[in-house]
């Protein structure tokens, strides 16, 4: 692997994987969400749509990969986008001068943002607003961090705002955040990383700053005390809820700790939450946990649906008592060997297509966290540092509840 940065401030990473003849070409905009205001709140991820619309040289981007023998996609996260394209190797510097293109000489054309203004608005409806529950991420964000720009998803603040962003943003947008040293381009195929990195050196260094000081704060803050919200609801049958609790930046001490606890309180049928609240005493139909992962202002996150006729408060006392028993015990030996066993196996086959090891070295740069300290930590787990991390993550002034009830008619 070869990384280096460049004079315009683009940072390249070159990656050797033996026996593929695909190439995988990943480019990291160190730009989602959290850059935007309230006002432009979706600009981001409009932006990312309005991408794939043609640039000076290249009017038709599907199509100019496509005869490459391409496919590409793309996906817009709170503090970063992320674009890829698969192609074969002997494409690649054609490939590069069309990326270079669009994100140096983007169109922008007010009829082709319309359309994809329109195309973004039923994607809020049907991921925010239709099934009874959408908006649950919405509201837990807004809680959790409520002095932050971290306070709204990736599709906006609320529909009547996205509605409002006008081209002219998107063109600010650009500029002010699709500039060198806001990208990191990974390049990762069968040949030889020095001749990879010279490559990419020849196409990325033609980048140039957009010369816009059109920016904004990004706040980096979180709640402080906890929060409870109650929503009524009307097409539900059960009591759902969402349990969240502020955890370490990614690959930052406690952060690994953080999934491990999630995989011992929740993943499968012998976890902690799910034999308790399932199996053993029916109260939850269902209950599991996950972590996010930002760069930074990450959740452990747990949800579930109770069975009709418990109440939410009665789960809630046996579900904090049960969470201060465990911050209290160590995990057993056998638990946490088949914990690291089974972190230590997901890395590794998570790391194993080409097209994962270019989005991973991309974030882990993006991060400045390298994959030596990551296979560390997971091999480092041990019980009593998942023990410390319990005890600093579940208090009560950490926590914030989103609840949904029934409405009755």
Not at 93 to 105: A, G, T, V
Not at 121 to 129: G, P, Q, R, V
Not at 229 to 247: D, E
Request: glycine share 2%; with cysteine; proline share 3%.
């Amino acid at each position: 692997m070869i990384s280096k940065k460049l004079a315009n401030g683009a940072q390249i990473i070159a990656i050797s994987k033996p026996n593929t003849s695909l190439a995988v070409l990943n480019i990291l905009v160190a730009a989602g969400s959290i850059n935007e205001t309230i006002e432009t709140a979706g600009a981001a991820h409009f932006l990312e749509h309005m991408m794939f619309e043609g640039s000076k040289h290249f009017k038709d981007y599907d199509k100019t990969l496509q005869d490459l023998y391409g496919e590409n996609n793309a996906f817009t996260c709170q503090d970063y986008t992320n674009y890829y394209q698969i192609l074969p190797y002997e494409n690649i510097e054609k490939s590069l001068e069309l990326e270079i293109d669009r994100f140096q000489n983007l169109t922008l054309s007010e009829a082709k943002f319309q359309t994809q203004r329109n195309v973004i608005i039923e994607e809020y409806k049907e991921t925010s607003l239709q099934p009874p529950l959408s908006d649950f991420w919405h509201k837990l964000l807004l809680k959790a961090f409520p002095n932050s720009s971290y306070k709204w998803p990736v599709i906006g603040y609320s529909l009547e705002r996205f509605k409002n962003i006008k081209r002219k943003d998107l063109i600010s947008f650009y500029k002010s955040n699709y500039t060198p040293e806001n990208l990191i381009f990974t390049l990762v195929s069968g040949q030889d990383s020095l001749e990879m990195i010279q490559i990419l050196e020849s196409y990325v260094s033609k980048l140039t700053p957009k010369n816009n000081n059109i920016n904004h704060e990004v706040i980096i803050n979180r709640s402080k005390k906890h929060v409870k919200s109650v929503y009524k609801r009307k097409n539900i049958q059960n009591i759902s809820f969402f349990t969240a609790f502020h955890i370490a930046d990614f690959g930052k001490e406690g952060y690994f700790e953080a999934d491990a606890i999630s995989d011992l309180l929740t993943n499968g049928e012998s976890s902690i939450l799910y034999q308790e609240f399932v199996k053993n005493n029916p109260i939850c139909l269902e209950i599991s946990s996950f972590i996010t992962d930002n760069k930074h202002m990450n959740l452990l996150v747990f949800e579930g649906k109770l069975h009709q006729g418990v109440s939410y408060d009665r789960f809630k006392n046996q579900f904090d008592d049960l969470l201060n028993t465990f911050k209290k015990d160590l995990p057993n030996l056998q638990k946490m060997e088949m914990l690291k066993n089974k972190a230590e196996t997901y890395f590794l086959f998570n790391n194993y297509s080409i097209l994962n090891i270019a989005q991973n070295f991309s974030f882990w740069n993006y991060c400045d966290v390298r994959k030596e300290d990551i296979l560390d930590r997971l091999q480092n787990l041990d019980a009593e540092k998942i023990k410390n991390i319990s005890q600093s993550i579940f208090q009560k002034h950490n926590e914030i509840e989103i609840v949904y009830i029934p409405e009755i008619v």
